[in-house]
């Protein structure tokens, strides 16, 4: 059964990036230990799903424009659905599939682009939140970083409760602690209808 899963990185007290979308707080900590399971994790996904600024991190982060060969090494062949309302340069040779409009409007495409693998939302943190709007988000895995922020992007900005989440996993990965949790489908009933991250 394909699963749609929001698997990332946050700070301490729950950003995701700075207010300049830089995430060199994350980068700059010790990786050893901390990503023994994202091969196991990603070999079960079948597409990839992010807003735009996560997008635009990465063309910079990697220079993907100059080194589109790059996308390949982490994203491989999996199709990824990118939520803008803006035109984005696209990473030549990438299947790269440009959407506008909500989670809920696109849902079949992707859940047939993962053919029956899991759904992998990468960010940003209010995409993730309308996933779960709409009643499409089974699962967060939050991995937590010896790192605090003053201000920047939150992790879900959303109000979710107990009745919503169940933690199903706890573990430590190097200098982090990763936390599962099971999302109860039952969506909001105000749904979120821009998607732009």
Known sequence: MTR???????????FLADEH??????????????????????????VLVEGSSTYEWVLREEDLLAHPERWQAFYGDRPTFVFTS??????????????RGSAADHWQDIVGAAQNRDIWIVGGGDLAGQ???AGLLDEIVVTFAPATLSSGKPLLPRDL????LELVGARQAGPFAELTYRVNRSPDPQLQDDPQE
Not at 161 to 164: A, L, T
Request: glycine content about 6%; proline content about 5%.
């Open 4 to 14: 749609a899963i929001y698997y990332t990185a946050s700070t301490l007290n729950g």
């Open 21 to 46: 979308d830089s995430l060199s707080w994350l980068l700059s900590i010790p990786q050893e230990g901390a990503t023994a399971d994202i091969a196991a994790f990603t070999a079960r996904v079948g």
């Open 86 to 99: 803006r035109t984005l340069p696209r990473v030549p040779g990438a299947d790269i599939r440009f959407v």
């Open 131 to 133: 996933f779960a709007d």
């Open 161 to 164: 409760d107990h009745s919503r």
